[in-house]
Each structure stands twice: as C-alpha cells, then as structure tokens.
C-alpha cells in the first residue's frame, strides 16, 4: 500500500463539528456498538473504515437519528453538533435531518423528475419563497454535485432514469439542496463502477470546502484518497482514529494493522 | 424433487459423449416436459369453462335484449276514459286498467281487419296476445298527456310473453298445442301481423331501463331498479370503503408500533376477510336496521353492508401494496427530513397507488356480485318504484341490486324469466368487464418504475 496518493493530509480547521462521547447502540440484545468517544473536525472528510458488520454504519445513522425509525434501536450516551445535545428531548429529528443530510449505499431517488428530487428538500423545510429562488437552489445544488451540464437540459426527466453514478451525484444534491452543515455517506460508492466512483470522489472533495463530511467506506483506498481524517471500527468499537496518513503508514493498533495489510476484512 | 438425492456422481464412468444424454438427464428433461403438459391441460381445461359458461349464458340471455312490439293504433275515446269531461288527472285516474283494456283490445281488432287479416279467434283471445302491462302503460300514458285524450295515436304494445317466445325460438306450434297460455291459432294470427309490418323484434331498451314486473309478465320485466340500486351501494361502498380502509392501512403499516395488539389486528382482518357473506348480512340487519332504525330495502343498507364486507380486502391489497414500496424511498424521504406523514403522502402513497386501486376495484366488483348479504336486508323485495336522486335522499328509497334480480328471476316459474336471469347476468358480468378494465387502465397509468 505504499502508492497510495495522500491528499491534501491538512486538516483545514480543528474546529470540532460533532461531538460524540461514551455512545452505545443496542439492537434488542445486540450491543452493536460499545462506548465510542469521536470528535469529528468542521470542513473534514471523515472516513470509517473496518470489516463488515463492525458497526461503522450503525454510528453513522446516530449522527442523524435515523436509527429513531427502527424501532428496536436504543442509543445511549451522548452526541453534540455544535455543542447542542442531538437526543435531547427537544431536538426534532425532522430539522436534525435537514441540517445532518444524508447520502445512502444505494442510490435512492424518488421516482419523480430531476428537478423534483432536488427540490423536494428545499420545499419541504420552506427554504425558497418563489419558483425563481427554487429553480436557483436546484441549480447551485446540481452543480456543487457536478451533475448540472450533464442534466440542466432535461430537468424534467425521471431520476429514475440516470445511470448509476448520476443517480448517486442525483441523490448528493438532493441531500445538498437543503443546506446541511453535515454530509453522512454511507458506502456511496459500493454500486458504482470506477469512473462513477472517481467523479463521486472528485465531488467530496469540493464538498469538504462547505461541509463536515462522515463517509462510510469498504474501500480503503478509497478512505486514503478521500479523507483526512480515518477511524477505524471494529467489532462494534472504535480502535483507532487518526489523521489519514498515519492510520494507512503507521497504525498503532494491532488490529488495524492487520486489517489496512489485508489480514483480516 | 429426488434430484438432490446424494447419489455419487456418475460423470466418470462410460465415455459420457455431449451428443447422447444420459439417462438421467433424459429423465429430468421427461419430468419437465411432463410437468409443462399438466400445466396446459390446466389452463385449457380453464378456458374451455369459461367457452361453456359464456356460450350457455349468452344463448340463453341474449334475446332479453331483443323484444316482440306490435302496432296499434288506439283511439282514445275521451267519453270513456274522462267520464266526467273535465281533464282532471285526479278524476281520470278513477278510470283503472279495466276501463282501458276494452279500448285496446277493440283496436287491436280494428288494427287486424285494417290490415286485411283473416282470423277466427274471438276477442279475448286476440287481447290475450298483448302484454297485460300494455294496458297499464297506455293508461300511465293518458294520465300523463291528458291532451291526447279524443285522437287516436299510434301505440307500440308489447306481445305476450309467448308471442315473444315463438318470434325466439322458444315456443313453437306443437308446445303451443300444449300450452293453456297460447293456441297454435293466435300463433299463426302473429306470423300474419308480421308479414304485415305491425309486428316486429327490435332491441329491448326497456330490459335496461324498465322496472321489474309481475311473475304473469315476463316480456315486461326490466333491470332498471336492480341497476340503480346497485350503482347507489357502489357510490356508498367507495366513498366509506375507499378512505376508511386506505386509512387503517396507512396507519397500521407506517405508523402502529409493532406488537401484540396490532399483530391481532392484523390476523382479525384476515380471519374478517374470510367470513361467509351472509354473516355481514346478519350483522347489517342488526345493526342497521334493528338498531340504528334505517330503512329496509334501501340502497344505504346495502352499501353499508358491502362495506364492511369490502373492507377487509381492500385494507390487505393497501398494505400489500404499501409494503412493496421498497425501503429506501422512506429512508430517502426521511433522511432528507421528511416527517413520516410527508413521507408517506408524497413518496409511498403515490407509488403505491397502483394496487390500492386495483385492490379497490376489486373489492368493489366482488361486492356488486355479492348476494346473500342484500337477502338479509331485504333488498330481494319487488320494487317497481325507481329510487329518488341520492341528493333528494334516494339511498334510503327502497331498490333492489342486480344479482339479487337474477336471483329473484330464477324464483318464478313462467320459462320466459329464464332468459330474463341469463340476460341479467350478462349485464352483471358487463359491468364487472368494465371494472376490471378500469383497474387495468389505472394500474397502468400510475404504474411508475423505480
């Protein structure tokens, strides 16, 4: 793994964006995820990494409470963006969500036009007052997912009906459309081919400019290319976390290191 | 089914060429083709019923919507139908049918001398050749137009049962000899009208439109009542069954926490979907009429009763429909900070449209065909009056409802209601046709791929 290419390895601010301390996650009797403590940077990409079923994603979900629609989910501890407690009792999941977006493993859009994919955030949380400031955010939304040149023509065209990578890029700006200040991704680029891959990557890139983003990978060279910062899960527990750099060259962890020399995983 | 038997692979042994099967390969590939020859056995055995259910019931029907009119003209001497000389409907009306059946008969008589017929009968044999129902519709006529009271109009009379019958196929010369209702004679007096032009066979609008008559009338029997009084319990069946079962379903679906209670809901609908019908009439006869004091007969009973025995489908074809929108829509909506209501209305709902409405329609085509339940609730009534406007409160007017019609037509013993059944059935199975149809086009308009 020595030709890896480290990217841009500072970390632009320290500013911690999410907070989160002594955090378990109960599936029924399942404890899927035991007593993780994370501070995640402002304007960072953020990878986890780890074997299938270590939980990485699970956490991810804590960020922006989708865990709350499975009813046997129990989260316990504590997580903070901005230092606001995200599972007080009154915090809406509802605008949690708009302010926390989310991009899935699969690509998910409705089966609506483009446009409405993209504008359906926005209209929800009363972000445009007019048509003209709605078309205005679909188009900067679809740009900052480099998607624009390819779909500004047939706007009207079903979501449904992109290839693979442009329904993901769909689905990034549909999640950027409501002006999150997190971006969570999980595992967005499992479905795709490498040249799909390589613009989705391209694009986080952009977004760290704007946006704390938390990507859930299986792919290390991936979580390499991309991030700054990498955590390391395993078994439901967080192992390591570290600047990119030092977790692929230097790991300190026995099981990272078997896990990144591809021992185990 | 004994091809995952453990047996040691024989694949060695012989020279084992591509061009020869093996024998178990050739086995296999009997088992298959034999397996495909019962399946078509099935379907054609299947549609083979269908031809022979089709055939009898249109052979047997289809000439209920043909019917047997002679012409007559009738000159309505204003002496005898308004005794008192004054127009006045009330003191006309005192005038029954008796007063009018001479004066048809009469010109009956004249209509077939002007003709230049020869015929022995005496006069009530050649009245008996008109429908009884003529008489009573001339007089409805009068009783109407008053002004026509002095001329003399041209009437078109329905032909008794068997003159309709002969001009069939039904009745012929020797079931005539027979027959104490008909005489070979008034048969052959027929066949002259017709060759004269006064009597002819053309398509029987009043079967649709008219009331039901008397068991002695067959030839005057129509679906007219039985029609509306089933599309009145349709309108009532959608407009409860529709949102109240699209409702439960949506909650219990989305938004009922799973547990015990809910589960028991669940297996309840399902058992309630099963419960013979008559069950649910029992039931309205209780609630809705012992109880709740509404009319007997009356459209709203019925569509309420359908309701409930609508329901059931109607929730298990929503939720089958609801659980087919797959998952990541709703994690889509969501994580986009959607609440759950928004999510289902703009994402689930629309997706799931497709079945909802097929599932509706079919619920609603199973109770327009459904029976047992009306018996209990009296709709099996004979009903000559047509219900009001459902705005002048016409639901609660006393109607009957198709298939309780063919039931009530297969009671009476006079073999032309045999093919007034057969021709009611058609009309019943049209308009399920149509149902059907529409839940097709509806399907494949709000089918969106995903």
Known sequence: ?265 | MTDATAETPRRGSGTGSLMVPDARTAKRNAREKRFRLYGLVAVCTGILMLALLLTSILSAGLSAFRQTTIQVEVPLVAERLDPEGNRDPAQMAKVTTFGYAPLLRDALIGTIESAGIETELDPRAIADMVSDESVAQLRAFVLANPGVLGQTIPVEVLASGRIDGFFKGRVTYQTAELDKNISPEQLQLAEALQEAGLLATGFNWRFITAPDASTTRPEAAGLGVAILGSFYMMLVVLALALPIGVAASIYLEEFAPQNKFTDLIEVNISNLAAVPSIVFGILGLAIFINFAGLPQSAPIVGGLVLTLMTLPTIIIATRASLKSVPPSIRSAALGLGASRMQTVFHHVLPLAMPGILTGTIIGLAQALGETAPLLLIGMVAFVREYPGAPWEGGLFDPATALPVQVYNFTQRSDPAFVERASGAIIVLLIFLLIMNLAAIFLRRKFERRW
């Not at chain 1, 938390?214 to 700054?228: D, E, F, G, K, L």
């Open chain 1, 1 to 265: 793994m020595n030709d890896m290419r480290f990217t841009e390895r500072t970390v632009a601010t320290d500013e911690v964006k999410i907070a989160a301390k002594g955090v378990q996650v109960y599936y029924g009797d399942t404890h899927a995820i035991k007593d993780v403590t994370i501070d995640i940077a402002d304007k960072t990409v953020t990878a986890f990494i780890g074997p299938s079923g270590c939980g990485k994603s699970t956490f991810l979900r804590c960020i922006n409470r989708m865990n709350d629609t499975i009813p046997s989910a129990r989260v316990e501890g504590d997580i903070r963006i901005d230092g606001e407690d995200i599972y007080d009792k009154r915090v809406d999941p509802v605008q949690l969500r708009a302010k926390v977006g989310m991009v899935f493993q699969k690509p998910n859009p409705f089966p609506k036009s483009i446009y409405d994919n993209v504008s359906y955030g926005p209209k929800i949380h009363g972000l445009a007052r007019n048509k003209a400031e709605l078309d205005e955010i679909v188009e900067t939304s679809l740009r900052r997912a480099a998607l624009w040149d390819e779909v500004k023509d047939r706007l009207g065209a079903p979501g449904t009906g992109l290839s693979g990578g442009q329904q993901q890029r769909l689905c990034i700006a549909r999640a950027v459309a409501t002006s999150p200040e997190v971006l969570l991704m999980d595992e967005p680029c499992s479905a795709l081919d490498p040249i799909a891959t390589d613009q989705v990557e391209n694009l986080i890139h952009e977004l760290r400019e704007r946006y704390s983003v938390v990507i859930v990978t299986h792919s290390m060279s991936q979580a390499s290319r991309v991030s700054q910062r990498t955590a390391y899960f395993h078994l439901g527990e967080m192992v390591e976390y570290g600047d990119t750099g030092d977790i692929f060259t230097n790991p300190k962890d026995e099981r990272t290191e078997n896990y990144i020399t591809g021992r185990i995983g």
